[in-house]
């Protein structure tokens, strides 16, 4: 960083400057006291702002109607993920027709930048982006999100059902 | 030697070539699965669509011979439109489940779509529906539905190892490959079928689903499995080595390789390796970095007389390795008492006819032509007798890489550590190791994917080959583990005798060559 | 004209299926005469005759011989009695009636041909001309008029039977090599040709039943003599199988050129009452269709046919009458070629499959507007691609119905209901 020394006539007379940023101080000062309904502050995490239904907070991994993970763990969003938070193991399933899951499904969320990539490169709704936007924890691991988190986590009440069902696909000969 | 020429340019092809050889030749694309180089002409997926000047009907091209004058061509509206629909007919019963399929990413069937597409389905009906996750054997796995019945894992059976495993069974849209009953697929080149697949039909129970492919890195290297010297492609990214292809060498391997030959990545893996330097005293084992527990090796060398001084060698090194150790033994250490340890000696000379090879020895014809440079004629009874009556005092051991290839490891450890001081430099670590007592220096090795070097195999070819990948960063080359047990620090090898460009260093990496390694699958001639 | 009877004339009789039979009226005396003959001598002869394969291809059987290496390596002649064509019956009658006139013409040819070696390969299904055949080898052998040195000649010929297993495909002449030799029944890819490696490796001519019995009167009359039926381009009888909605169907030999509508109106004996002719399809179920104002135009040989853009084939004519839906009858086509489909090339195991599913469709009620012109689609872009013809016989059957009786298909597609049956698929006897 390079400092530039302006020692013009002009650059001295920098009281003005101060004053009329004190003013607009207390301009606001003033009228969040006499007007405290309009007051744009929150009383976080007392009030809570609500973002709408669409917006791309944390993320939620789908299942299907037998309560298992949706995800068939093809890999794209984790190919997808410009911050490349998604890590993901495979292995193979009992079911031939299943043929392919996660065992272990992790975002590191502290790396997440909620592009919402995963999303759009996922071939069977398997995850989407919720409306939580909270991310709260105490240490780092708690910030990576393992399957049980993702899917299953209280607030989700036994998980988001998906919407792309295979048994359906199959029986229409997909 | 016929002139032809193909989309307009003349090329000479020798007597009996087939057309797509000749475009192979001359670097046109042609699109095709069933073809191989390998294998017989099947003529079935009927993709290698050529027009010939004066043949109404545009016609295969692995089935027409070149012949003097040929006018060929394709890349006319005819021949790209018989394409697209023969790639349509593949396709229109082949599951859409690119995102689980584990060849996506290196599929015959999405390179060739994205090139002569219809990209306008038009099938509505129901797909045929056949097995998935068939198990055909200990190695390989199934899935009918992908399969676009090119036969060439039938063919690999038939003509190569002649096992006759594989045939396709039915008839119609419900053929399947398939094997009968009781008889698997389990012959010594079966994941060769794996690898001419062009299609996510056939995978191998090793690697599936461990990656997708577009994670892995690949580089060329040589198989230390035997002396063969297989040229192989291993496949890596930072988690490790994941698979072994084979790649193409008239001299030595042809297009294959055996099962066994794939399974060497896994001994150059982290898991499998000797992280650190280790030194075994009376108080007990204590860790230290690798190029130290050299180095402390070095004092007992220093306090051993010459003539209670012994070197063992294993054929798993390069012929730098062996040379620049040799040579310090004898040189400085002015002992010639160095001893080649033959392992599995009843099966040395066994030879299946195609590519396996009894001596599991990558290197061989190597240790032998150095031991002969520099005159030495020590047999392995001299070194048991030494050891047994006190009279070498210091053995030095070069460990094998490839421990499954070494039946008689535990006899030998223990054998050897009857000396009073034993060093041994090995890449993996293994139970015998760490249950030694006594004086030990263990010294952690590079594997043959993290050095530079040159293997000569059975018939006395030298294959040079370069470093993949470094694993484990602490491990040394026997070349450096020789200037160390030396006395000697390491060097950077000075430059000699290459021009190089002022602008450009001699390990720098051009785009060209990033983009091709890192981002850029070539999936080769296959 | 009429029927000439030149192979078939003595038919009628019981008793022409024992060599006993045979030899009373007159046969095995042309061996005698060919045995005396220069192999070279017979095969001009055959040549001279303009005589043509009368399996469906039509190839000049003289020429083919031709094909064969000059030299002294082991050569195989087979006789195609995998008669599958739907709508062929001649060669079982051939078989059944006279088995010794086939057994003759096998030996000249071979001896033509330089061949010490031959096999009959019928179809698995015809179990009872199967039967015949054997009892009548057995008693040839027993002649002394196959094995060694035939008729104190010289000359070695064996013969076998070889019953196939049900498979269309296996009429292909590679596809029966492969069955002989105990591979899967599919075609091989050519070049090289069985003339050059054939059977085993090994030169191999492979001719129909009615092609080896007709050599006999070829060389027994002579080939000017032989040319007098027919037209110039397509010499001599042939059998013609007439079968569909005529009053008389059966096995009929006329000469080649011999007007269609004839052949359905003399010896077919005409339309059933109150019935109009709507199609025929010519040549087997292979050969595209002929509608009625065609067949007025048609003549029974391969130049005439083949100007109406379809083809005699294997002789096999199938009569429709307007009481017959067309789209019902291509699903019975299509279904059949979906099923025989050896599922080697591609565009023919997956197109074959495709046309039928497509068709099935439409056939249940669910097909769409488009569908008609994706079966053209289909179907042309399966003609000419693959080994062997199967896919041109699965595609030119669908392109000829289609482009000839569009409106039959689109009123099925419209209404889910035939148009001249007027009923569903479903309600339709099947």
């Known amino acids: ?174 | 030697m016929p002139k032809c020429s193909i989309n307009g340019k003349e090329v000479e092809v020798k007597e009996g070539t087939s057309i797509i050889e000749a475009m192979q030749q001359s670097g046109d694309r042609i699109a095709h699965y069933c073809w191989h180089p390998g294998l017989s002409v099947a003529g079935v997926c009927r993709l290698c669509m050529v027009e010939i000047e004066g043949n109404p009907r545009v016609q295969i091209a692995c089935n027409t011979m070149v012949t003097e004058g040929m006018k060929i061509n394709n890349t006319s509206e005819k021949v790209r439109d018989a394409v697209k629909w023969g790639l349509d007919f593949h396709l229109i019963n082949h599951p859409l489940d690119c995102p689980i399929c584990d060849q996506a990413g290196e599929c015959g069937l999405q390179d060739q779509y994205m090139e002569y597409g219809k990209y306008d389905p038009e099938m509505a009906e129901p797909k045929q529906r056949k097995h998935k996750v068939v198990d055909l054997g200990p190695t390989v796995v199934l899935d009918s539905e992908r399969c676009i019945l090119c036969s060439r894992c039938v063919r690999f059976t038939e003509e190569v190892t002649k096992t006759n495993e594989l045939g396709i069974f039915n008839r119609g849209d419900r053929s399947e490959i398939g094997t009968h009953d009781g008889m698997p697929l389990a012959n010594k080149y079966s994941l060769n079928t794996v690898d001419i697949c062009p299609v996510g039909a056939l995978t191998s129970k090793d690697f599936r689903f461990r990656q997708r492919v577009w994670y892995l890195k690949d580089a060329e290297s040589i198989c230390n499995g035997c002396s063969t010297g297989c040229n192989v492609k291993v496949y890596y990214n930072k988690e490790g080595f994941f698979r072994v292809k084979p790649v193409y060498n008239e001299k030595v391997n042809g297009h294959w390789m055996c099962d066994e030959g794939r399974d060497i990545y896994k001994f150059a893996n982290k898991e499998h390796r000797l992280l650190k330097g280790q030194i075994h005293t009376s108080s007990g084992w204590t860790e230290t970095h690798g190029g130290a527990a050299a180095k402390a090796a070095h004092e007992v060398i220093k306090s051993t007389a010459a003539d209670a001084l012994a070197l063992v060698l294993t054929a798993q090194y390069t012929v730098e390795e062996f040379d620049a150790i040799v040579g310090t033994f004898v040189n400085e250490f002015k002992t010639k008492k160095v001893f080649f340890w033959i392992n599995n000696k009843e099966t040395f000379d066994s030879f299946d006819g195609l590519l396996l090879r009894g001596d599991k020895n990558p290197n061989t014809k190597g240790l032998l032509k150095v031991l002969d440079k520099h005159g030495v004629t020590a047999t392995w009874g001299d070194l048991s007798q030494g050891v047994a009556s006190g009279a070498i005092k210091t053995v030095v051991v070069a460990g094998p890489e490839n421990l499954s290839a070494f039946p008689d490891f535990t006899e030998r450890v223990a054998e050897l550590s009857k000396a009073q001081n034993l060093i041994w430099m090995q890449a993996d670590k293994n139970d015998a190791l760490k249950n030694l007592k006594g004086n030990v220096w263990l010294i952690p090795m590079k594997s043959f994917t993290e050095k530079d070097g040159t293997f000569i195999n059975h018939a006395g070819l030298e294959q040079k080959f370069k470093k993949v990948t470094t694993v484990v960063s602490e491990a040394l080359t026997l070349t450096e583990a020789a200037l160390l047990l030396a006395g000697k620090n390491l060097m950077i090898p000075p430059a000699v005798g290459e021009f190089l460009p002022a602008n450009q260093r001699e390990d720098q990496v051009m785009l060209e060559m990033r983009k091709k390694n890192e981002f850029v699958f070539k999936r080769g001639s296959l | 004209m009429a029927e000439v009877k030149l192979l078939t004339e003595f038919y009628h009789l019981d008793d022409f299926q024992t060599l006993a039979g045979y030899k009373a009226k007159g046969g095995y005396e042309t061996v005698q005469k060919a045995l005396k003959m220069q192999p070279q001598a017979i095969i001009d002869e055959v040549k001279a005759s303009g005589l043509r394969g009368r399996g469906g291809a039509g190839f000049p059987t003289g020429m083919k011989w031709g094909f064969l290496p000059k030299n002294n390596e082991p050569r195989y002649l087979l006789c195609n009695a995998d008669e599958g064509e739907p709508g062929t019956f001649k060669d079982r009658m051939m078989m059944e009636r006279a088995p010794h006139q086939l057994i003759e013409g096998m030996i000249i040819s071979a001896f033509a041909v330089g061949s010490n070696k031959g096999y009959i390969y019928i179809r698995g299904e015809y179990t009872y001309p199967a039967n015949v055949l054997y009892k009548a080898l057995k008693e040839a052998y027993d002649a002394g008029l196959l094995g060694k040195n035939i008729l104190g000649s010289g000359f070695d010929f064996d013969l076998d039977v070889y019953r196939g297993a049900g498979a269309y495909i296996c009429g292909e002449e590679t596809g029966m090599i492969s069955s002989l030799e105990g591979l899967k029944g599919q075609p091989k890819l050519k070049p090289p040709f069985p003339a050059v490696q054939g059977y085993l490796r090994k030169p191999t001519i492979v001719n129909n039943v009615e092609t080896l019995a007709a050599v006999t009167y070829i060389v027994r009359d002579g080939a000017q003599a032989y040319r007098k039926n027919g037209t110039e381009k397509s010499t001599g009888t042939k059998l013609f199988s007439l079968s569909g909605n005529v009053m008389k169907p059966g096995n009929y030999e006329v000469p080649l050129g011999y007007p269609l509508m004839d052949l359905l109106m003399n010896e077919g004996g005409g339309m059933k009452p109150g019935r109009k002719l709507k199609a025929v399809i010519p040549g087997g179920s292979s050969a595209p269709v002929l509608t009625a104002e065609e067949v007025a135009k048609a003549n029974l040989d391969y130049e005439s046919l083949a100007g109406l853009g379809t083809m005699l084939g294997s002789g096999a004519v199938i009569v429709i009458d307007d009481s017959q839906c067309m789209v019902d009858m291509l699903g019975v086509l299509t279904h059949f070629y979906a099923h025989e489909s050896c599922g080697q090339c591609t565009p023919c195991r997956e197109g074959t499959g495709w046309l039928n599913k497509i068709l099935h469709s439409i056939l249940e009620g669910k097909g769409r507007l488009q569908d008609i012109d994706l079966l053209l689609k289909v179907a042309d872009n399966m003609k000419g691609k693959t080994i062997c013809a199967l896919s041109d016989a699965a595609a030119l059957p669908v392109l000829s119905f289609v482009t000839k009786f569009r409106d039959e298909f689109e009123f099925y597609v419209r209404e889910g209901r035939s148009k001249v049956k007027g009923t569903t698929y479903a309600e339709m006897q099947h």
């Open chain 1, 1 to 174: 960083m390079s400092v530039v020394q302006n020692n013009s006539e002009k650059a001295k007379w920098y009281l003005p400057g101060i004053l009329g940023g004190m003013k607009i101080t207390m301009k606001h000062l003033l009228k969040n006291l006499f007007n405290r309904k309009k007051m744009i502050s929150l009383n976080y995490p007392e009030e809570k702002y609500e973002y709408s239904p669409r917006f791309k907070g944390n993320h939620v991994l789908t299942v299907k109607k037998d309560g298992s993970l949706r995800c068939t763990a093809c890999m794209l969003c984790a190919t997808n993920c410009p911050a490349e938070c998604i890590k993901i193991n495979a292995a193979e399933h009992n079911d031939p027709t299943v043929e392919k899951y996660p065992i272990s499904y992790e975002i590191d969320i502290l790396r997440c930048v909620f592009c919402g990539f995963c999303e759009e490169a996922c071939p069977v709704d398997a995850i989407r982006l919720g409306p939580e936007w909270q991310t709260p924890g105490v240490n780092g691991a708690n910030f990576i999100y393992d399957i049980n988190h993702l899917a299953f986590r209280p607030n989700l009440k036994g998980g988001i059902l998906t919407h792309v069902d295979d048994e359906e696909r199959h029986k229409q000969g997909i």
